[in-house]
């Protein structure tokens, strides 16, 4: 996401530096939390409105109609099995990873830990409190890294907001040892150039790597100017997590001028790149794709130290700002999103269209390095929203089915969309759950922040509200039922039939 709940008094940009270990973060206990069927969320109940029939409801949908303040609607198709409230964050809830039996709730407050083993009634195990958006969470073995993208005093859990022209404000990466679940310990911090918007690992044996994505929005800031057109490179020993260091700062779009070699804006182009916000790494194929601000790209990462762009795409028609990417199975497609608004507008209804604000479906042609980037179509929610709705396409992973490219994405308030892209000319949508608008008068952020597929349900970490787990049943997604995997980091997409 672009915008940010706290106060985002941009920082400078430092050199690299470690952290000392040890440090130990706010570690909050709470009761295991109730999670029953379609609960209540505050004044009004969250639940589907009982005067609707199934049938009215869709007949009501297909007549564009909206649903009314905090109903909920779904396919037939979708079952919602859970919903967990905020509890001690009350912050912007944001990413989500997954291992074993645990889900890891990024929240700009911190962190939570959930139990998972029994999906229809997650149970909180821990909650970190530890401020600094957008805290964007993955895990691997016996670590968890956290982002941190707004100047802080410094590095530790009991920071405050910096003002820039602060000399010691940090922003960077943050490690915890997650050994035990129900107690995890802060051990490093690593501050990165501009901050740590997203990241994304690339998973050894011994070492962690952990491509860092972050931009400078605007000029403004004097101590994160741009051209910010690379991204930090950092390696985490998994023996010694405290000598996590940047070893690397690749330039991915290399120029002459202020601009660099991205796309240098309006009214050339869309959006200026000055950074990147997002990269999805395929490991099993050496690939990594990165949505850039103004500018897709496709890399190979075979030396995950040295990323290497191979393929460059704009388009400045439709596209207003390139978020994320997700490659399908075969590593012969990605789909782009465009986070249009910076993901607090409502641009899911008529007056912005079908192509904007959606995603780009690209099939990758060619071999090794002449591998090209070509747009196919766009796919967006066919469900019109209200204006008090902030929608756009959002986080989203894979459904691993044989032989098909099966999706499941957040759209914020236009909630949580299965959709298939197999024809990448004809993107359909099979599936979908759906909240009514926060508010009815004005305008207020909320909606599926993330949602992921992860051994056989789908999780979504909802923005304003809480935890939601839904179990989809249909005949084109049942296969994947039986992939299991032992840890998912949708950023770090998984060979999932290997």
Partial sequence: MILFSIPRTRRRCMGVAAAAAGLVAALLTAQPAVATPDPGDGPVAEQEVSERTRAEVREAL??????????????????????????????????????????????YDGFRVFDISNPAAPRTVAQVLCPGSQNDVSVSGNLLFLS????????????????????????????????????????????TACGSHTHTLVPERRNVYIYVSS??????????????????????????????????????????????????????????????????????????????????????IEDPEHPKVIDQVRDDVN?????????????????????????????????????????????????GDKRKLVFRSYFKIPRHQADTENCVAHNGSLIPVKGRDLMVQGWYQGGVSVWEFTD??????IAYFDRGPLTT??????????????NGYIYSNEYARGFDVLKLQDRRTDPARWVKMRELNVQTQPDYFD
């Fill in 62 to 107: 297909a007549d564009g109609e909206i649903p009314g303040q905090h109903e909920i609607v779904h396919s037939d198709n979708i079952q919602h099995l859970a919903f967990v409230p905020k509890d001690a964050l009350q912050g912007t809830n944001s990413d989500l990873a997954f291992q074993g039996k645990y889900a890891f709730a990024g929240n």
């Fill in 148 to 191: 941190t993208d707004s100047s802080r005093s410094d590095s530790s859990c009991n920071s405050t907001t910096q003002p820039a022209t602060e000399k010691s404000s940090w922003e960077g990466m943050k490690v915890f040892d997650i050994s035990d679940k129900t107690n995890p310990k802060y051990v490093a911090a690593v501050e």
């Fill in 215 to 300: 931009y400078s929005p605007d000029a403004t800031y004097p101590d994160c100017q741009p051209p910010h057109d690379g991204i930090s490179v950092i390696k985490v020993p998994r023996s010694a997590p405290e000598k996590a260091a940047v070893v690397n700062f690749p330039v991915l779009f290399p120029g002459e001028g202020p601009d660099g070699g991205g796309n240098p804006g309006p009214p050339a182009g869309a959006r200026k790149t000055t950074g990147c916000h997002d990269i999805t790494v395929l490991p099993s194929k050496d690939l990594a794709a990165g949505a850039c601000m103004g500018d897709g790209i496709l890399l190979s």
């Fill in 319 to 367: 596209f207003a700002f390139w978020h994320s990417a997700t490659f399908n199975q075969k590593a012969d497609k990605v789909v782009f999103t465009d986070e249009l608004g910076g993901g607090s507008a409502a641009t899911c209804n008529a007056a912005i269209g079908p192509d904007r604000g959606a995603d780009g479906i690209y099939d990758i042609v060619g071999k």
């Fill in 424 to 429: 990448s000319d004809n993107p359909k949508e």
């Fill in 441 to 454: 008068d004005t305008i207020k952020s909320g909606g599926s922040w993330s949602a992921y597929y992860y």
